[in-house]
């Protein structure tokens, strides 16, 4: 093992002596790997202004559980294929292993604020909803957990999704 070792350092120290440049192409290899992987994965570039959103009053309280989603692969069942640079895919439910636009929602609209996620059956697509404290919302995405009277509204980072929780409003849908 240690000869196996020193052989294969004597033969990098063999190839730096005559070829130095190599140091400087592993260099560059290597920050261009850095700068592709942050550009894949997203390097955040500082944290997002939070707004605290205030606790429903208790006109505000209802039926309708409304969560928080992100387009991230934690809200929404992706994850990269190859090792974290490929494609993103489905990581379950029906579609799993199967590409997945992200940040696109079921009815091919791109999610943004007011972008909402509920059950079909209750809430069809298209239909306006007025949230409590959040806003107005479209519902235009599913949701593998979003069934009866669940929505799950869309926000800019994982963060703010979290931060809003789990609340129970009134939730009017508007003609
Ligand atoms: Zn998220």
Same mark, same amino acid.
């Given at each position: 093992? $240690?000869? *196996?070792?020193?052989?294969?350092? @004597?033969? /990098? =120290?063999?190839?730096?002596?005559?070829? !130095?440049? %190599?140091?400087?192409?592993?260099?560059?290899? $290597?920050? *261009?790997?850095?700068?592709?992987? @942050?550009? /894949? =994965?997203?390097?955040?570039?500082?944290? !997002?202004? %939070?707004?605290?959103?205030?606790?429903?009053?208790?006109?505000?309280?209802?039926?309708?559980?409304?969560?928080?989603?992100?387009?991230?692969?934690?809200?929404?069942?992706?994850?990269?294929?190859?090792?974290?640079?490929?494609?993103?895919?489905?990581?379950?439910?029906?579609?799993?292993?199967?590409?997945?636009?992200?940040?696109?929602?079921?009815?091919?609209?791109?999610?943004?604020?007011?972008?909402?996620?509920?059950?079909?059956?209750?809430?069809?697509?298209?239909?306006?909803?007025?949230?409590?404290?959040?806003?107005?919302?479209?519902?235009?995405?599913?949701?593998?957990?979003?069934?009866?009277?669940?929505?799950?509204?869309?926000?800019?980072?994982?963060?703010?999704?979290?931060?809003?929780?789990?609340?129970?409003?009134?939730?009017?849908?508007?003609?």
């Amino acid at each position: 093992m $240690g000869k *196996a070792r020193n052989n294969i350092a @004597a033969t /990098v =120290r063999r190839v730096l002596r005559k070829r !130095p440049r %190599l140091v400087w192409y592993a260099v560059a290899c $290597g920050f *261009a790997l850095a700068v592709v992987l @942050a550009v /894949v =994965r997203g390097c955040g570039g500082g944290a !997002p202004k %939070l707004t605290a959103i205030p606790p429903p009053t208790e006109e505000e309280k209802g039926d309708v559980l409304v969560t928080g989603y992100c387009s991230c692969g934690e809200c929404c069942g992706w994850r990269r294929s190859w090792l974290g640079l490929g494609p993103a895919v489905y990581t379950y439910g029906p579609m799993k292993g199967r590409r997945k636009k992200v940040g696109v929602t079921a009815r091919g609209t791109v999610a943004k604020h007011g972008t909402v996620a509920a059950d079909p059956k209750v809430f069809p697509f298209g239909t306006r909803l007025k949230i409590p404290g959040y806003g107005m919302g479209v519902v235009e995405d599913v949701g593998g957990a979003i069934n009866g009277r669940h929505i799950d509204v869309w926000f800019a980072s994982h963060e703010e999704a979290r931060l809003w929780g789990r609340r129970n409003l009134k939730v009017v849908p508007l003609p």
